[in-house]
């Protein structure tokens, strides 16, 4: 390898966390986010590097305008798909990968990313590189190929349509939030629908990706689908996911539900829950049932029996159960 090369790959690993980072918060699917930084790494490979001045906006750019592409057909997809669409959970790990902290620099709750769904391609790498990334309206000008002033607007437009459709302000107190979690973990178990009603505000929104059945009217129709959700587990544990505190339903060794938790403070001082998102399909609950699911006790006995060298760590995302 020539000392070029060398130099054009330490400058793409370099930026790879934030490029994954970028992409996710774009796409909602590390898979995907994964796809579009390897077709980055081949079009940087092939690049001539006398024509890279500046390799981190170069990266960025293509990186950006690869997510977009996505995003436009993966929108006819999920709009096509009943039981709706969720963004892939991305747990946090025990001890953080470069990836994992890119992420939580580009700060940005899981709810706010479901609401982004509601934004236009441009409109949402415009808002995502503007308020998670930091770009001024002249980088993200280069990248979209707009005036700085027009890209000023887009991001504008879309802080107010994600503001009139409900996103938070910023992330909740913490302290406060985890004991919210708590409450709702056992109240879950123990199928106590009067201690749930004490948790959640007058018309909280419940958000699945997998159709569930309701059989009372809208006002407690929520309540359905949680407790529905609930049945299907044997019991459930409380873990971190992007800095804050969700729920990982179990059945049969395996986690079949995932919820994240959105709460508000109201006027009266009370902190009540007005927003769940549950995921549901097993493919996104991958990385989270190779940490908490049968494979994960599988290797922590072993590790058990026989000591730490007797069994491989499992690659991916890390769950911390609290």
């Not at 879309?158 to 503001?163: H, I, P, V």
């Not at 709460?263 to 549901?280: C, E, P, Q, Y």
């Amino acid at each position: 390898m020539t000392k070029q090369e060398i130099d054009k790959a330490s400058s793409f690993e370099a930026a790879r966390a934030r490029l994954l980072a970028l992409a996710y918060r774009m796409l909602g699917s590390r898979a995907e986010a994964e796809d579009v930084v390897q077709d980055v790494w081949l079009k940087w490979h092939l690049a001539d590097a006398r024509e890279l001045h500046t390799p981190a906006a170069w990266l960025t750019t293509v990186a950006t305008r690869a997510a977009i592409d996505r995003l436009r057909h993966a929108r006819r997809e999920r709009a096509s798909q009943a039981a709706g669409w969720l963004p892939e959970p991305w747990l946090d790990e025990l001890a953080p990968s470069a990836e994992e902290l890119a992420l939580r620099a580009a700060d940005m709750s899981y709810g706010v990313m479901l609401l982004l769904e509601r934004l236009k391609p441009d409109e949402r790498a415009a808002f995502v590189l503007h308020e998670a990334f930091d770009c001024d309206y002249k980088e993200i000008g280069a990248i979209l190929e707009r005036t700085p002033a027009a890209c000023r607007q887009i991001v504008h437009r879309a802080r107010e349509r994600l503001r009139r459709a409900g996103a938070p302000i910023g992330r909740p107190d913490s302290a406060a939030h985890a004991r919210i979690v708590e409450r709702l973990r056992t109240a879950l178990e123990a199928q106590d629908r009067a201690g749930l009603l004490r948790l959640f505000s007058d018309a909280p929104e419940v958000v699945s990706d997998a159709p569930v059945c309701t059989r009372e009217p809208a006002v407690t129709g929520w309540m359905d689908k949680v407790t529905s959700l609930a049945r299907q587990a044997s019991h459930a544990e409380v873990l971190s996911m992007e800095g804050a505190m969700c729920i990982a339903l179990l059945s049969e060794g395996e986690v079949v539900g995932l919820i994240e938790v959105s709460t508000n403070r109201f006027a009266d001082g009370s902190a009540k829950i007005v927003a769940l998102r549950v995921v549901t399909s097993a493919a996104r609950l991958q990385a989270t049932n190779r940490v908490l699911g049968r494979p994960a006790v599988t290797r922590l006995l072993a590790r058990i029996q026989h000591g730490p060298a007797a069994v491989a760590a499992p690659a991916g995302s890390m769950a911390v159960p609290v």
